[in-house]
């Protein structure tokens, strides 16, 4: 560890916020032999499309793929529970020699009649990519003898990134968009994309926009329906959370059905309020700005106090960040920054560099921004920042508790909602416990750091 | 219901597999790489592969997990990966500086066929692999075997690599102890040690996969079978090998390349397992069996005798990894229970065979292996006849909830509970460590769900 060097290759993914002259060269693949933190295009797929819960999701690959994703986070639906099961052709060898394509006809067939969903999903994985099975037309088969739709996600692993992963999810769903009845969705009515229900989510973003007489067409993909895909293009604005994985959907409606979209965040006071101005000032609706103004200051008012309380003790505490997509790295700065927390480090896994630039914007000059980091540069910054608090996802949790640090899960394994107002309230609380707990006093490198908190 | 979808009626699948209870062949390999020293397991396929292994692991061990990945693009899957594992090497070696790169392969690079033998050489060939450190490797195609697989062919290519005969004994047993927790290869050591027997025992994930708390982060374990101890292997006595899937590949190729006798073992869960690893043990070293191991012995048997009355008859449906399955159903038919339904997705007629004996008197037992043997099976089964108690990984958490079954976890992986990579399931303490949670799962099942009058103080 102490004599830990940057290696040069993944020096120009590394800056300062004070820098100026410096371009990010992200969006590149992970060096070969990094302990990178990143996944595949398969799983850029599969994460967007599992919630959609009415839906048949088949992985067409060896038992790996399916294994690992099976329930792969807690997104919560209102309806059918199909995204608990896991759902695979597991080729063996003799399938890779002699293709697997009779098999997935066979699977679909199978799970088709004893399912009878709205849609279903064939994921195609590296293996598929390779021995080439045309599951295009296997697809169009059953299509044709099931009468409901069958869709190819081409999810190659090796294809790219986890952001190409999203690209093919939502060229995906591009196929079920347009094809459902939209006459009876009013007027001021949106679409929700880019929030997955985890800890039910979506539902306390879709409930203030109600609240705001907005009519919402479409969850996508969070407690997604097929029927409401179908139809979302009824919509007049698509409300895209999450940079990364609906941008190319957005997009898409833009140019095929005149829909625009605009880019927001649940996270943080100041980001879910903004989102909820948005749409109201996209429709032009005073009424809807008013009630938006309602919600905003009734909920803030309900979480001030507590807020407040937390940000005594948490003034002046150093955050590090290590999250998916910048729009949540974004907001966490925020977010910190209310709780009176300082950035010390942040980065993503799938930033471009425009993110990056304005990730710089809003931090203070010595934060550290970082694209793909590997382990050991975290754990680096991290100690010799003396950070009081790590933000990631499963594979970082450890390295911050053996730094004896704390840790916030912003990521697949958040148990409370952490989005809205209510999630402002929950993230405050989890940072606050686990910043404040008693039990880094036993970790020797910091022996008598914490003082019992007011809370 | 969370599994509503599943239903009682069973219907022959011919192709699907629903709810798995298997995955593949590399998360094993990286498991087992992750039992020698200083070792950095590496990934030849795409970036997913690694990140949702490294994800699974650390989920099941709460300790960081370190692997690195060839980060195959379109281009490598084109053109083979051999760009990609050189500058891999050479990065790893500058960067993370492990003694031992153990690379193994994905579906992908197995299927465009890369030869990372030759890959191998080559990296040594252009000075990419610096003095005294070593790459080893393993063939591990995701569409063979499963993740049980993985693990045992990565054992076997350490002892390909290492393993040397010289012409002077070193009076040591072998043991490989199998897919098991860090806290029983720490447990089969103390045994070995109470027992006074000198032993190698590869793999060894303790003092790696459960470390202590430091407050600073290291990238590799003080524990892990050395490299010297790997060589060593070769001059042993014999070898005792713990498990037909995930261990006797190793000792097999150990016994064709250096000689060493085997001595074909179960891994020892429960008391006839134990029984047969000890006398195994005291036989091939020749010493007498101790006494502490003795007393240990008598003090299971002594807590089974108190409480058979919780054991008879109670039906079972177990799932998991064959190497644990056979000997834990042997374990719950020594305590009078039935063990009903058993499944395991790594396929293998042997599983078959010794269920066959293993279940010979409990004739409504149902087993199955590989292709269709999976969770969605097992739920059918249970759902048209119940059973009293669900032995298994944290998948089965839906069905336990969904039937109101106590579940007991054991396996790979246990995402959601702690405990067993610190309290060892091996040998007679680890048996007694089963029975408490037998007994508290039926007992607490019990008291929750008993009529008011019936509920009892005393058990």
Redesign the interface.
């Known amino acids: 560890?102490a004599d830990f060097k940057v290696?040069t290759?993944r020096q120009g993914q590394i800056d300062d916020a004070g820098n100026n002259d410096f371009v990010m060269a992200c969006e590149r693949?992970?060096?070969?032999?990094?302990?990178?933190?990143?996944?595949?295009?398969?799983?850029g797929s599969r994460v967007v499309l599992y919630p959609i819960a009415d839906a048949l999701h088949l992985i067409h690959?060896?038992?790996?793929?399916?294994?690992?994703?099976?329930d792969i986070r807690g997104s919560l639906s209102s309806g059918?529970?199909?995204h608990?099961?896991?759902?695979?052709?597991?080729?063996?060898?003799k399938?890779?020699v002699f293709g697997g394509a009779?098999?997935?006809y066979?699977?679909l067939v199978?799970?088709i009649d004893?399912?009878k969903p709205k849609a279903a999903f064939v994921y195609s994985?590296?293996?598929v990519?390779?021995?080439g099975d045309d599951i295009e037309a296997v697809a169009r088969r059953v299509e044709k003898e099931k009468s409901i739709s069958v869709i190819p996600v081409y999810s190659e692993?090796?294809?790219?990134?986890?952001k190409d992963g999203y690209s093919a999810a939502c060229a995906a769903l591009g196929r079920l968009v347009g094809t459902g009845e939209t006459k009876n969705i009013p007027e001021m009515s949106i679409n929700i994309l880019g929030d997955f229900n985890l800890a039910g989510e979506t539902w306390i973003i879709r409930d203030y926009y109600k609240e705001m007489g907005i009519n919402v067409a479409a969850t996508i993909t969070g407690d997604g329906k097929v029927d409401e895909i179908r139809a979302c293009h009824g919509a007049s604005l698509n409300v895209v959370q999450c940079s990364g994985s609906m941008s190319s959907l957005a997009r898409m409606m833009q140019d095929k059905y005149g829909i625009p979209y605009i880019r927001v965040s649940y996270f943080g006071i100041e980001d879910m309020a903004q989102a909820l101005y948005d749409v109201a000032n996209h429709f032009n609706s005073r009424e809807a700005l008013e009630k938006a103004k309602g919600i905003v200051k009734r909920e803030s008012d309900l979480i001030m106090p507590y807020l407040r309380a937390c940000r005594r003790d948490l003034t002046g505490k150093k955050a590090a960040i290590y999250v998916g997509g910048a729009f949540k790295a974004f907001s966490l700065v925020r977010a910190l920054k209310f709780l009176g927390m300082c950035t010390i480090l942040a980065g993503c896994q799938t930033g471009n560099s425009q993110d990056y630039e304005q990730l710089k914007a809003i931090c203070d000059p010595g934060t550290v921004i970082i694209d793909d980091a590997n382990?050991?540069e975290l754990?680096k910054f991290v100690?010799e920042k003396d950070a009081d608090l790590l933000i990631g996802g499963?594979?970082e949790?450890?390295?911050a508790?053996?730094?004896?640090v704390a840790f916030c899960d912003h990521n697949h394994e958040r148990k409370e909602p952490l989005a809205g107002f209510l999630g402002m309230k929950n993230f405050a609380r989890e940072v606050y416990g686990s910043v404040m707990s008693p039990v880094w006093n036993?970790?020797?490198?910091?022996a008598g750091v914490i003082k019992r908190g007011q809370l | 219901m969370l599994l509503r979808h599943t239903t009682k009626e069973i219907k022959e699948r011919e192709a699907l597999t629903i709810n798995p209870a298997k995955t593949c062949q590399p998360v094993g390999a990286m498991y087992a790489a992750l039992g020698f020293h200083s070792c950095m397991p590496h990934s030849h396929g795409s970036q997913g592969c690694c990140a949702y292994h490294r994800s699974m692991l650390t989920r099941h061990y709460k300790e960081p997990v370190m692997a690195t990945t060839s980060s195959f693009t379109e281009g490598s899957a084109v053109f083979g990966g051999q760009a990609n594992l050189l500058s891999a090497v050479e990065n790893i070696f500058t960067l993370y500086k492990p003694d031992i790169i153990a690379i193994h392969t994905t579906c992908l690079s197995e299927t465009i066929g890369d030869d990372v033998t030759q890959i191998s050489a080559k990296a040594t060939d252009e000075g990419k692999v610096p003095a005294g450190k070593h790459i080893v490797h393993a063939n591990t195609p995701s569409y063979i075997g499963s993740h049980v697989t993985g693990f045992a062919n990565m054992v076997k290519g350490f002892v390909n690599y290492f393993a040397a005969k010289t012409a002077k004994g070193n009076g040591k047993i072998n043991v490989i102890p199998g897919w098991v927790e860090p806290s029983d290869m720490r447990e089969v050591k103390r045994i070995c040690k109470e027992m006074k027997v000198e032993t190698i025992i590869f793999p060894d994930t303790s003092e790696v996969m459960d470390r202590p708390q430091t407050g600073t982060f290291e990238m590799y374990g003080p524990g892990g079978t050395t490299i010297d101890e790997m060589r060593s292997s070769g001059d042993s006595k014999a070898t005792l090998s713990m498990g037909h899937f995930a261990s006797l590949p190793a000792a097999e190729a150990l016994d064709a390349k250096c000689k060493v006798k085997i001595v074909d073992l179960d891994v020892p869960i429960g008391l006839s397992a134990t029984d047969r690893f000890i006398q195994a043990l005291s036989e091939t070293a020749g010493v007498e069996v101790s006494q502490s191991i003795e007393r240990e012995r008598g003090r299971l048997v002594d807590i089974i005798t108190d409480n058979e009355q919780y054991f008879y008859n109670k039906r079972v449906a177990v799932y998991g990894d064959p190497d644990n399955l056979i000997p834990f159903c042997e374990f719950l038919v020594d305590l009078g229970m039935r063990p009903v339904y058993v499944v395991t997705g790594t396929p293998g007629k042997y599983f078959d065979e010794r269920m066959g004996k293993v279940l010979k008197d409990i004739p409504e037992a149902k087993f199955k292996q590989g292709a269709q043997a999976d969770m969605f099976l097992m739920h059918q089964w249970i759902k048209n006849e119940k059973v009293d108690l669900l032995i298994g990984n944290t998948w089965g958490k839906y069905i336990a909830r969904d039937e109101n079954i106590p579940l007991i976890r054991f396996g790979f992986p246990i995402i959601d509970r702690v405990g067993h990579s610190y309290f060892p399931s091996l040998g007679y303490m680890g048996a007694i460590r089963i029975l408490e949670k037998i007994m508290d799962a039926l007992l607490d099942a019990k008291d929750r769900d008993c009529k008011e009058e019936n509920m009892e103080l005393v058990q």
Not at chain 1, 401 to 404: I, M
Not at chain 1, 442 to 446: A, K
């Open positions: 560890m290696l290759a693949h992970s060096l070969a032999g990094s302990i990178s933190q990143r996944a595949c295009v398969f799983c690959g060896p038992i790996g793929c399916a294994a690992y994703t099976w059918e529970n199909l608990r099961m896991s759902f695979c052709t597991d080729l063996q060898e399938d890779v009779d098999k997935l066979k699977s199978e799970l004893y399912y994985t590296c293996i990519g390779l021995i692993g090796f294809k790219g990134t986890k382990a050991l754990a100690k499963v594979k949790r450890p390295i508790y053996k730094l004896g036993f970790v020797p490198r910091r």
